[in-house]
């Protein structure tokens, strides 16, 4: 048996194998956290100084880590923050958690994994166990991981082991996080399997291998291409249900009462995240390397980046029922983050809105208490204002983008201010102020003037 796998195998199993976690961001972070909690010794690797000095500081940036969680990671010196490349002389294992944006042309930028790709080759031991987090298509870690390594002679099970093992984080779900979340991963080689394997079942419940890094590529791509498709699909049915005067939550919530063949999706204003906007888009751009155009994955992406649109012209629509315009009219957005109860801007279809209604001539607005400014498209800060009710009561209309558990959406409704609700948030409360995203818009009549004669 190879010797590089026998000295790795018995570090692992002993918990004396030195890790290293590329990339502290809502993936990398909580990884290296729970690699400490199960009793290793963790290097994390970070471009950003800020960041690395927050965390010798004992101050997490990171919703699912608590500052109480990382002072205990920090308490022993077994996990060290650091922004020097040179510590992966001195590892056994290290995982890739970088960002994979879309370029402009809606391309992948795996600018940042040739980045740590090239900080590898430099300082790499033998018998260094590579796997790569970060999302991306089917073909990467074989294209730019092992083939690159292969250039500089060396061979993957042999002289180091390389897997692929896609995050799979939901921030702050309460349910499932680092631990208790199933992961997947598949190895170049058999003996690069077993070793990524048995290092991240010595870190989280359960490891579900498959066949090769490919496979664990496009698992990743098949969940959240699966997600997209089905969120355009309703999101269809609601613009669909609206126009045939039909409450498209009610029509949900009736058919999610068969107890098989139904899962249920819900309309919005647009998907956001990391995931669910760009995975699909991976996927595409690799299948038309193959001559396939994936006719699905492009129309649910048109139908969810048409959504925001949607929500600008049916608030139009709603301010003209009180014979008001856009243009002009004040406008108070509720909710900027991309999901509930996080402070996380990523693709938020609610910077899409807030920037169509200034196009539109509109004086808008927002309050969120997780997400307290963001940067326009003009690089200017955007603060959230302040929770007042008083002031609130000032606003022509609200829109209602994400469904934050802090909100007393009983005081907003009392305002008497219409709402256009984007989640269904405001169920609990039937008041003619209150529209709906996926049901019809009550018209106010007009009495019909006669001339007397």
Same mark, same amino acid.
């Given at each position: 048996?190879?010797?590089?796998?026998?000295?790795?195998?018995?570090?692992?199993?002993?918990?004396?194998?030195?890790?290293?976690?590329?990339?502290?961001?809502?993936?990398?972070?909580?990884?290296?956290?729970?690699?400490?909690?199960?009793?290793?010794?963790?290097?994390?690797?970070?471009?950003?100084?800020?960041?690395?000095?927050?965390?010798?500081?004992?101050?997490?940036? #990171?919703?699912? @880590? !608590? +500052?109480? =969680?990382? %002072? *205990?990671?920090?308490?022993?010196?077994?996990?060290?923050?650091?922004?020097?490349?040179?510590?992966?002389?001195?590892?056994?294992?290290?995982?890739?958690?970088?960002?994979?944006?879309?370029?402009?042309?809606?391309?992948?930028?795996?600018?940042?994994?040739?980045?740590?790709?090239?900080?590898?080759?430099?300082?790499?031991?033998?018998?260094?166990?590579?796997?790569?987090?970060?999302?991306?298509?089917?073909?990467?870690?074989?294209?730019?991981?092992?083939?690159?390594?292969?250039?500089?002679?060396?061979?993957?099970?042999?002289?180091?082991?390389?897997?692929?093992?896609?995050?799979?984080?939901?921030?702050?779900?309460?349910?499932?996080?680092?631990?208790?979340?199933?992961?997947?991963?598949?190895?170049?080689?058999?003996?690069?399997?077993?070793?990524?394997?048995?290092?991240?079942?010595?870190?989280?419940?359960? #490891?579900?291998? @498959? !066949? +090769?890094? =490919?496979? %664990? *590529?496009?698992?990743?791509?098949?969940?959240?291409?699966?997600?997209?498709?089905?969120?355009?699909?309703?999101?269809?049915?609601?613009?669909?249900?609206?126009?045939?005067?039909?409450?498209?939550?009610?029509?949900?919530?009736?058919?999610?009462?068969?107890?098989?063949?139904?899962?249920?999706?819900?309309?919005?204003?647009?998907?956001?995240?990391?995931?669910?906007?760009?995975?699909?888009?991976?996927?595409?751009?690799?299948?038309?390397?193959?001559?396939?155009?994936?006719?699905?994955?492009?129309?649910?992406?048109?139908?969810?980046?048409?959504?925001?649109?949607?929500?600008?012209?049916?608030?139009?629509?709603?301010?003209?029922?009180?014979?008001?315009?856009?243009?002009?009219?004040?406008?108070?957005?509720?909710?900027?983050?991309?999901?509930?109860?996080?402070?996380?801007?990523?693709?938020?279809?609610?910077?899409?809105?807030?920037?169509?209604?200034?196009?539109?001539?509109?004086?808008?607005?927002?309050?969120?208490?997780?997400?307290?400014?963001?940067?326009?498209?003009?690089?200017?800060?955007?603060?959230?204002?302040?929770?007042?009710?008083?002031?609130?009561?000032?606003?022509?209309?609200?829109?209602?983008?994400?469904?934050?558990?802090?909100?007393?959406?009983?005081?907003?409704?009392?305002?008497?201010?219409?709402?256009?609700?984007?989640?269904?948030?405001?169920?609990?409360?039937?008041?003619?102020?209150?529209?709906?995203?996926?049901?019809?818009?009550?018209?106010?009549?007009?009495?019909?003037?006669?001339?007397?004669?």
């Amino acid at each position: 048996m190879n010797v590089n796998y026998m000295r790795l195998h018995h570090a692992i199993e002993n918990k004396q194998a030195k890790l290293g976690v590329v990339g502290l961001g809502y993936v990398g972070l909580p990884l290296a956290v729970e690699m400490v909690r199960q009793g290793f010794a963790v290097y994390g690797i970070d471009v950003d100084e800020r960041k690395v000095a927050m965390l010798r500081q004992g101050q997490s940036y #990171v919703q699912d @880590v !608590s +500052s109480e =969680k990382l %002072a *205990e990671a920090l308490a022993d010196g077994r996990f060290v923050p650091t922004t020097d490349y040179a510590v992966l002389s001195e590892l056994d294992a290290v995982s890739i958690c970088v960002p994979t944006p879309l370029s402009a042309n809606q391309d992948p930028d795996t600018s940042y994994i040739v980045y740590v790709v090239n900080q590898i080759k430099k300082y790499m031991k033998k018998g260094l166990l590579i796997v790569l987090e970060s999302t991306t298509y089917p073909g990467t870690t074989e294209e730019l991981i092992e083939q690159e390594l292969e250039r500089l002679g060396h061979v993957a099970g042999r002289d180091y082991f390389l897997c692929f093992s896609p995050e799979r984080v939901d921030p702050s779900n309460e349910k499932f996080a680092t631990y208790n979340t199933p992961k997947v991963l598949g190895g170049t080689t058999p003996e690069c399997a077993k070793l990524g394997c048995l290092l991240y079942e010595n870190i989280v419940e359960k #490891v579900v291998p @498959v !066949s +090769s890094p =490919k496979v %664990a *590529e496009m698992s990743k791509l098949l969940e959240n291409t699966f997600r997209s498709v089905n969120i355009a699909f309703i999101n269809e049915m609601a613009m669909m249900c609206e126009r045939m005067g039909i409450d498209i939550w009610e029509v949900i919530k009736a058919a999610s009462t068969k107890p098989f063949g139904f899962m249920p999706f819900y309309p919005g204003p647009g998907i956001g995240g990391h995931c669910i906007p760009l995975d699909p888009m991976y996927l595409s751009w690799k299948a038309k390397g193959y001559r396939f155009y994936s006719s699905f994955i492009e129309l649910a992406q048109s139908v969810n980046s048409n959504m925001p649109y949607y929500v600008v012209n049916k608030t139009a629509n709603i301010l003209n029922e009180d014979s008001k315009s856009l243009r002009k009219s004040r406008i108070l957005i509720l909710g900027m983050a991309y999901k509930p109860n996080v402070d996380d801007l990523r693709e938020s279809p609610g910077l899409e809105v807030y920037e169509l209604f200034r196009e539109g001539g509109a004086i808008v607005d927002y309050y969120d208490p997780f997400a307290t400014s963001f940067r326009d498209q003009h690089g200017e800060t955007v603060h959230s204002v302040p929770y007042n009710l008083e002031q609130f009561r000032t606003y022509d209309c609200f829109v209602l983008i994400t469904d934050h558990d802090a909100f007393d959406y009983g005081e907003l409704a009392s305002l008497g201010v219409p709402i256009v609700d984007t989640r269904n948030a405001l169920k609990a409360y039937e008041l003619p102020h209150i529209y709906k995203l996926g049901a019809p818009v009550e018209h106010k009549l007009e009495p019909v003037q006669t001339s007397a004669g």
